[in-house]
């Protein structure tokens, strides 16, 4: 702090630097307790919105799993992984389908992003949609 201010043109002399310190770290402590007495009743009314939103998020999270798996089970049925017919009309129609789940993935991803960001918010444990990364990573 003293060479921040040093920085900025703030004479901090030898004698007076044990004093600045006192009333750096007072005013710091001074800071805490001004923001506790004004955040703390109004910490208390919202923790039960905070809890039922909190609550909201793990609902919404556990849906979009589901989602995730049943994508995933549609993800292995459709998608050609093996194509015998080597003439132009089937390969541009596997290449379509790889283009239509490709753009599919990428819309769940982007999902998935938002609730990771909303579990991130309400401090929840991220969780991590392998099956996605799976789905993606196959069809590159």
């Avoid at 004093?19 to 307790?33: A, C, F, G």
């Avoid at 703390?40 to 793990?58: A, F, R, T, W």
């Avoid at 789940?101 to 982007?110: I, L, N, Q, S, V």
């Amino acid at each position: 702090m003293i060479q921040l201010l040093k920085k900025h043109n703030v004479d901090v002399n030898a004698g007076q630097k044990s004093d600045l310190l006192v009333v750096l770290e007072n005013s710091r402590t001074d800071l805490i307790d001004t923001a506790d007495k004004a955040l703390g009743p109004i910490k208390e009314q919202i923790l039960p919105l905070q809890s039922k939103e909190s609550d909201n998020v793990k609902s919404r999270v556990r849906q979009f799993q589901i989602k995730v798996l049943s994508f995933r089970e549609e993800f292995m049925q459709a998608l050609p992984t093996n194509v015998v017919d080597t003439n132009k009309e089937e390969i541009n129609k596997a290449y379509t389908i790889i283009s239509e789940y490709y753009d599919k993935t990428c819309k769940m991803e982007g999902e998935a992003k938002e609730l990771q960001l909303l579990e991130s918010l309400f401090e929840l444990q991220r969780t991590n949609q392998r099956e996605l990364k799976d789905c993606k990573n196959e069809l590159i």
